[in-house]
T-cell receptor, first 114, second 110 residues
Framework: NAGVTQTPKFQVLKTGQSMTLQCAQD?????MSWYRQDPGMGLRLIHY???????DQGEVPNGYNVSRSTTEDFPLRLLSAAPSQTSVYFC?????????????FGPGTRLLVL | KNEVEQSPQNLTAQEGEFITINCSYS?????LHWLQQHPGGGIVSLFM???GKKKHGRLIATINIQEKHSSLHITASHPRDSAVYIC????????????FGEGTQLTVNP
């Protein structure tokens, strides 16, 4: 099993550009989530999904969209990139929610917005 | 005050030392996670616990629900244990969300 994969590993964007961060898992996990990690702060939840077709907002959802058309994939879209979105983004998955299941993290995507 | 506080923020140890990292939280929780973030950035789950104690190899995690406190212990530390250790909690009223501490940077010198 590949586990949780993320692409790209690194991306540079100009302000106002849009892009999609890809996340896929091959463990048939129902729960998937996107986090951002910034210096001096803990990981913060952007959006999450409890199954195909179901998504919900996390702590910092503004400027990001998600969809979950399949169990395997959970892409994160930046609609109009801003320098404040410079961060490292992690995708995670688990069989159930964090109240009951081990979380599996992808390797991360480092995003720089100029 | 953050919901999840870790101490210390930074810890330097000599190889072989016993290490303790602490996590305090301010809300009622249904689960607490300990994670390890490698120098290259990857994050690995170490433990998930809701009561008592768990052990895996040289790592031991304990939790005291009444005191809202958890500890991660590393016995016979090794330079390869150098990483950031992160505590995260799932609050009883926070749905499917985890709240993360800022992490503890551990450096183990040979």
């Amino acid at each position: 099993n590949a586990g949780v994969t993320q692409t790209p590993k690194f991306q540079v964007l100009k302000t106002g550009q849009s892009m999609t961060l890809q996340c896929a898992q091959d463990m048939n996990h129902e729960y998937m989530s996107w986090y951002r990690q910034d210096p001096g702060m803990g990981l913060r939840l952007i959006h999450y999904s409890v199954g195909a077709g179901i998504t919900d907002q996390g702590e910092v959802p503004n400027g990001y969209n998600v969809s979950r058309s399949t169990t395997e994939d959970f892409p994160l879209r930046l609609l109009s990139a801003a320098p404040s979105q410079t961060s490292v983004y992690f995708c995670a998955s688990s069989r159930g929610g964090p109240q009951s299941s081990t979380q599996y993290f992808g390797p991360g995507t480092r995003l720089l917005v100029l | 005050k953050n919901e999840v506080e870790q101490s210390p923020q930074n810890l330097t140890a000599q190889e072989g030392e016993f290490i303790t990292i602490n996590c305090s939280y301010s809300v009622g929780i249904s689960a607490l996670h300990w994670l390890q973030q490698h120098p290259g950035g990857g994050i690995v789950s170490l433990f998930m616990l809701s009561s008592g104690k768990k052990k895996h190899g040289r790592l031991i995690a304990t939790i005291n629900i009444q005191e809202k406190h958890s500890s991660l212990h590393i016995t016979a530390s090794h330079p390869r244990d150098s990483a950031v250790y992160i505590c995260a909690v799932r609050g009883k009223t926070s749905g499917s969300r985890l709240t993360f501490g800022e992490g503890t940077q551990l450096t183990v010198n040979p």
